[in-house]
């Protein structure tokens, strides 16, 4: 993700940055930027898409850009009864425990940016146990969705890039 900001690293720390292959091919879906005329239709929209990812116990991580945006959308996940985890540097103390779980079937998980650093997302949950990891392979894996662009391409990027880790199945959108 720093290749975004080669200019930036090389300004500012003096440090070259070089592209490694990944471990495994990257197999996720990333699907087109979806675009709405009003605030309101966007999160009808992504309410929407949760709702089917939920039919399929498929787990949701969705990034938001402010806490506030991630409050006025954990009101609307509530209002249509989508139980989730609010990750919002309100509850930093447990964090990492909540982002461990986010790979859960049919967990739903909001984080502003900085939210879960340094704590992977395994599917199927932090057990490891093969018979979850396979429910939620089956289900597409971890589905990301960011609910808008970052002012930095590499946070975007990195958003994207918890879902489908290790030629693991997932998918993204951001809207």
């Known amino acids: 993700t720093a290749k975004a900001s080669r200019e930036e690293f090389e300004k500012i720390y003096c440090t070259d940055v070089i592209s490694i292959k990944t471990n495994k091919k990257t197999i996720r879906k990333d699907k087109k930027d979806r675009v709405f005329?009003?605030?309101?239709?966007?999160?009808?929209?992504i309410?929407?898409?949760v709702k089917e990812?939920?039919?399929?116990k498929q787990p949701v991580l969705i990034g938001t850009t402010s806490i506030?945006?991630?409050?006025r959308l954990s009101q609307?996940?509530?209002?249509?009864?989508?139980?989730?985890?609010?990750?919002?540097?309100?509850?930093?103390?447990?964090?990492?425990?909540?982002?461990?779980?986010?790979?859960?079937?049919?967990k739903i998980t909001i984080a502003t940016n900085m939210a879960g650093r340094g704590t992977?997302?395994?599917?199927?949950?932090?057990?490891?146990?093969?018979?979850?990891?396979?429910?939620?392979?089956?289900?597409?894996?971890?589905?990301?969705?960011?609910?808008?662009?970052?002012?930095?391409?590499?946070?975007d990027e990195q958003l994207r890039g918890r879902s489908g880790r290790q030629g693991e199945v997932g998918e993204s959108v951001f809207y």
Do not use: P
């Open 53 to 56: 990812s939920q039919k399929k």
């Open 76 to 106: 609307k996940l509530s209002q249509n009864n989508l139980k989730h985890n609010v990750l919002n540097a309100k509850k930093y103390k447990e964090e990492a425990e909540i982002v461990k779980e986010a790979g859960r079937a049919g």
């Open 120 to 155: 992977n997302i395994l599917l199927g949950g932090a057990s490891g146990n093969f018979k979850d990891h396979k429910k939620v392979a089956n289900a597409g894996g971890l589905k990301v969705i960011g609910t808008e662009k970052n002012d930095s391409r590499r946070v």
């Open 47 to 49: 309410i929407e898409e």
């Open 68 to 71: 506030e945006k991630s409050e």
């Open 37 to 45: 005329a009003t605030e309101e239709a966007k999160y009808e929209a």
